[in-house]
């Protein structure tokens, strides 16, 4: 069994905490630029097009070049931005998406340069909670960009992201509860030493399957991208940047699919532990072998973010965010609960595992239950106001029934009368019966068609 390395963080020499620094700064720009070149690559297979391939081998120094073509555009700053504030939302973006790796481990202690290290900058107790933190910064960059842009467009996608991540960031912490209460631990490091018998992923699979959902919408990902949704806002909180602050931007939203992507290895796939059957090899887990595994699971979440771009189209607001309120935060806290009472009667009433999975699946049957009455309920509302609507879809429509003129609804019924029949209305007065007054058949009176004034009127 791996054993812990939470010791070793803060007795590294200066310059190998630099050499850290520096590897990690450049490993997130070289990740960064292939994935850019990757997910044009991947989109257009999938679009049955070619994608870059003239620069470079395969186009692989297409993202490098459009980098260079985006820092020597010519800038356009708007009057009526504020500039102190337009000029560092994008560094607290691009700031944030670096600082949030300091506390990702890359693989096990190795030696560099004659000194053993982890591969790792820097562990504490509050790992998890501080990247939680660093990404909730990142976002006043997104917001402190729409306001200061002094336009319309860039000021409601940054009041989206505010709703966004407050929205989905209380679902990715819940997620974590259960991951917390399973390891003992909120520190990085110690996570992964705890999923050596088995990973997360597989007996905390809810928290897993929710915090990969609230990954997406975190990092304002396709289908979640609203607060930068073309077709609504021209380019949300971005719009009114342009040359090298729209490029921080720009590498921040990459950054932190990485971030989110390196996270979620952390906490449910073991991070840098070889996967079965690789375990099986003796050297799996020693040496530099597991920064090669944390890459491929990384590769694997930021191709599942391509994917879902390519695939699905982007969510109404109102479902996105009842989406993140309704359903996402409610399975959080049931599930909490779940595991918190499967822990307790593992430790105090000394359950066996059959047991607890029985116990397990009662209350999972239960839940299940409920949510098929609640639903049950539901669609017969809607099938009842479905009903409703069409009755009244039926009912002839008249135009005049609120004192004026208003256009029908689809579906309603609408006679119209036109001039000519409106015309013909002194035929049927003509022909009125004989009884009626002599003022009613007036020649001068008959004479007269009714406007259709006098008509609606």
Known sequence: MTGSQFGLFGTDPWWLVILKVVAIFAMLVVLTLFTIWWERRVVSRMQNRIGPNRVGPQGLLQSLMDGFKLALKEEIIPKSAHLAVYWIAPIISATAAFLAFAVIPFGPTVSIFGVETPLQLTDFPVSVLYVLAIASIGIYGIVLAGWSSGSTYPLLGGLRSSAQMISYEIAMGLSFVAVFLYAGSMSTSEIITAQEPIWFAVILLPSFIIYVTSMVGETNRAPFDLPEAEGELVGGFHTEYSSLKFAMFFLAEYINMVTVSALATTLFLGGWMAPWPLSLWAGANTGWWPLLWWLVKVQLFIFMFIWLRATLPRMRYDQFMQFGWKFLIPISIAWIMV???????????QLSNVEI??????????LLAGSWIVQSRQDRKF?????????????PFDPMAGGFPVPPMPGQQYSFTSRRELAQGTTIVQERAPEESAADT????????????DTHG
């Open 383 to 395: 099938a009842e106001e479905a009903e409703a609507e069409a009755l009244a879809l039926a009912t």
């Open 339 to 349: 595991v918190a009472t499967a822990k307790a009667l593992r430790n105090d009433v």
């Open 442 to 453: 007036d020649p001068a009176t008959e004479a007269e068609a009714p406007s259709e004034e």
């Open 357 to 366: 999975l029985a116990a397990g699946a009662i209350v999972i049957v239960v």
